[in-house]
């Protein structure tokens, strides 16, 4: 009996020690800290989009900012957008040759009807998908469809995930975008996140 008892009283102790974690790496995910940028705009307004996004960490591709990880022949290149979402100062792109990709660097995000757009232009199609993390790692990865690319910029369509499914799951509120070429030549740039359910 006091075995069992031990046993209980242990796994007590374990769960609560887990819920506080996860609650502190919600506060600070919640208080516009490193996983999350408080800035919130309507960027695509000008295409009749009127949701609020956050810029994706390091998703306008700028020197300074955080740093994506690039496979194959990934690279920055020279050229902007040409409507400057995030910035008229903006001078680069992000160039995914078929057969690379690009991974974001880990963002919060709140469960529900989630999606992201970008700007991009290119002659194939540009598969994305979406790893989620929890408290003990990667713990799903997850198809977010193909964006088919033109020679010209221009926003790609809501690139939409339901993550209602794996949001009791999650403890860190942390999802990361890869972004890989199928075919041809992809330039992306300025990479925005709408992180709440929108009408």
């Known amino acids: ?35 999350c940028d408080p800035n919130f705009s309507r960027v695509f307004l000008p ?14 591709f700028e020197a300074g900012a955080p740093e994506w990880a690039l496979s194959g022949s990934a690279s920055l290149v020279p050229g902007n957008e040409p409507f400057y979402l995030r910035s008229q100062q903006d001078r680069q792109s992000l160039s995914i040759p078929a057969g690379s990709s690009a991974t974001s660097p880990w963002m ?29 790692g990667v713990i799903s990865i997850l198809d977010g469809g193909t964006v088919w690319m033109n020679g010209s910029w221009r926003p790609s369509p809501r690139v939409s995930l339901l993550l209602t499914n794996v949001g009791g799951l999650l ?29």
Not at 7 to 35: K, W
Request: glycine letters at 10%; a positive charge; aromatic letters at 10%.
């Open 108 to 136: 919060c995000f709140a469960p529900g009807n989630w999606h992201f757009r970008f700007v991009g232009r290119g002659d194939g199609r540009v598969r994305v998908t979406v790893r989620v993390r929890g408290l003990l």
């Open 1 to 35: 009996m006091a075995t069992r008892l031990r046993i209980v009283l242990g796994l007590a102790c374990a769960i609560a020690a887990l819920a506080g974690l996860a609650s502190s790496v919600d506060a600070r995910a919640s208080n516009g800290s490193a996983l």
């Open 171 to 199: 403890t860190t509120r942390a999802i990361s975008l890869r972004f890989t070429s199928v075919t041809g030549t992809a330039q992306i740039d300025d990479v925005y996140v709408d992180p709440w359910v929108s009408t």
């Open 47 to 60: 295409w009749n989009d009127y949701a609020y996004y956050m810029l994706a960490p390091g998703g306008s």
